[in-house]
């Protein structure tokens, strides 16, 4: 079998809106094209564009885009990007409903009344990013047909269908069930607390190096694994 080359990971980091933060994306190159995890608001597309640009991601060799959850500001790119760059959008089928009807409380346990009102007014999700997953994707499911050695690890906790995406070189793409804002930390939003304990747990049984979080900066799994 034809040796692959060592990934390369592009931490793309793009604000949110209102000036609440900042969310990443990460492109990964491989010998056949790239792959690229979460795809950030539609409000800072126009970076997140010329970012993709700027190592040569273009229409055609963008192989897919892989969605750690449904939440607007990992989902807000993904049917914009599909339509112009051919790509295709995996996902894991207990978050879908989110995109597929633009309620990114959907399928999620009864939240603060006030922030589900005030949620849809502040970040809406028209229509035009509403789609459906083209791969519903769970635990286990082999990215190496796309030229990723990689594999989904089902992690549920800040939503049902909340996935993070392995290597075989052991770095984890983890979503948002655990950040790096001021130091790794389990994320303070979380759908579930009980199957976000379990899944840090199922977390410190694998063999990770890196941690890569939707939110905040990379990180040792071995320091993720003393602070909780």
Known sequence: MKDRMPIEIKTISLSLPYKLGHVNCYLIETDSGYILIDTGCSNRRTNLEKELGSVGCKPGNLKLIVLTHGDFDHTGNAAYLREKYGTKIA???DDSG?????????????????IRMMTPILF???KSKRFNP???IEEGHDLSEYGFDARVIYIPGHSKGSVGILTAGGDLFCGD????IDKPVLNSIMDDSEEANTSVEKLKKLR???????HGKQFPMEVSIKNS
Do not use: A, Q, S
């Open 134 to 136: 083209d791969l519903c």
């Open 208 to 214: 990770i190096n890196t941690v890569y979080p939707g």
């Open 124 to 126: 809406g999700f028209g």
């Open 98 to 114: 989110m995109v597929e009807r633009g309620n990114m409380f959907w399928n999620r346990k009864n939240p603060n009344i006030i």
């Open 177 to 180: 069930l655990l950040t790096n």
């Open 91 to 93: 996902m894991h089928y």
